[in-house]
């Protein structure tokens, strides 16, 4: 979607993807690259929402500056349910950069993945498979590993040609040699970091993992929104969330999600925030 403004006597039309990732978390792509597919598709404004850290962001905005495109300093924290522990995801944006809360609160998330993922990494292993670390620390930028990380050896090694392939849900779901997760903060306590930093905080795809029942608490604790346009969100999904944004008057967002040969084929600009609600986002960086 683009929105056209005045700047200057003259129109300007702005087009927003507000959901980003790149290789500094689980997105296979540097900034560098980002920023070249967000111009070839006419997106101004994009968010770098990293799992669980801010790393990079400073850069990350000045690099954009150069190139013409705002970057929206963001984050996606990984989070869960206490009572059932169902995984739900916050995003924040605006944030203070320094960020000492959300920063507080996900690195012991990051340094419990990493530990996670080195122990699949042995698991698989002992399995019998080929793995190279040092070419999964490269994957990774000698930062935290991620599953996609993992996948993208064992297809450099040849045991499948994708990430989210049967291999994937073989050894990662279920009852797969690597399905074991990690223990995440509290949806809640992601929430009031996200606040405490400046920030606004928004449920991600909760189409995706279906978190509605979490909202009307969530929403208690200072939730600003919901993020409405996502490549999984069903007519029943929007349905449910214009319901929500009616009963607590909330921000609604959008995004690609995009994790480049890491995620779908899901381009940056090809789902963006709903046009009545740029403002909320442009406003606060003008």
């Given at each position: 979607?683009r929105q056209e403004i005045q700047h200057g006597g003259r129109q300007i039309q702005m087009k927003i993807d507000l959901h980003v990732h790149t290789d500094i978390s689980d997105g296979a792509c540097n900034i560098e690259e980002i920023l070249s597919m967000a111009k070839a598709?006419?997106?101004?404004?994009?968010?770098?929402?990293?799992?669980?850290?801010?790393?990079?962001?400073?850069?990350?905005?000045?690099t954009g500056k150069n190139q013409g495109i705002t970057i929206f300093p963001a984050i996606e924290i990984s989070a869960c349910n206490p009572v059932n522990n169902k995984k739900i995801h916050i995003l924040g944006y605006n944030i203070n950069l320094k960020g000492k809360n959300?920063?507080?609160?996900?690195?012991?998330?990051?340094?419990?993945?990493?530990?996670?993922?080195?122990?699949?990494?042995?698991?698989?292993?002992?399995?019998?498979?080929?793995?190279?670390?040092?070419?999964?620390?490269?994957?990774?930028?000698?930062?935290?590993?991620?599953?996609?990380?993992?996948?993208?050896?064992?297809?450099?090694?040849?045991?499948?040609?994708?990430?989210?392939?049967?291999?994937?849900?073989?050894?990662?779901?279920?009852?797969?040699?690597?399905?074991?997760?990690?223990?995440?903060?509290?949806?809640?306590?992601?929430?009031?970091?996200?606040?405490?930093?400046?920030?606004?905080?928004?449920?991600?795809?909760?189409?995706?993992?279906?978190?509605?029942?979490?909202?009307?608490?969530?929403?208690?604790?200072?939730?600003?929104?919901?993020?409405?346009?996502?490549?999984?969100?069903?007519?029943?999904?929007?349905?449910?969330?214009?319901?929500?944004?009616?009963?607590?008057?909330?921000?609604?967002?959008?995004?690609?999600?995009?994790?480049?040969?890491?995620?779908?084929?899901?381009?940056?600009?090809?789902?963006?925030?709903?046009?009545?609600?740029?403002?909320?986002?442009?406003?606060?960086?003008?």
């Open positions: 979607m598709n006419n997106v101004t404004h994009l968010a770098i929402a990293n799992h669980d850290t801010l790393a990079g962001l400073p850069e990350a905005i000045a959300v920063t507080t609160l996900c690195a012991p998330v990051l340094q419990k993945r990493h530990k996670n993922s080195l122990w699949q990494i042995e698991q698989l292993t002992k399995a019998g498979y080929d793995l190279e670390l040092n070419n999964i620390f490269k994957h990774a930028k000698g930062g935290t590993i991620y599953k996609q990380h993992i996948m993208a050896e064992l297809i450099k090694k040849g045991y499948t040609d994708q990430i989210y392939s049967n291999l994937y849900q073989q050894l990662f779901k279920k009852n797969g040699i690597c399905a074991r997760d990690i223990e995440y903060v509290d949806a809640s306590d992601a929430v009031r970091a996200i606040k405490a930093d400046g920030g606004i905080a928004v449920l991600a795809h909760p189409g995706q993992l279906d978190s509605y029942d979490l909202i009307d608490e969530l929403v208690q604790v200072g939730l600003d929104g919901i993020e409405l346009n996502h490549e999984d969100h069903t007519p029943d999904d929007h349905k449910k969330i214009w319901e929500y944004q009616k009963k607590h008057n909330l921000i609604l967002t959008g995004g690609s999600d995009f994790h480049g040969r890491f995620g779908t084929n899901i381009q940056i600009g090809d789902i963006c925030c709903p046009e009545e609600y740029i403002s909320t986002f442009t406003s606060a960086r003008s």
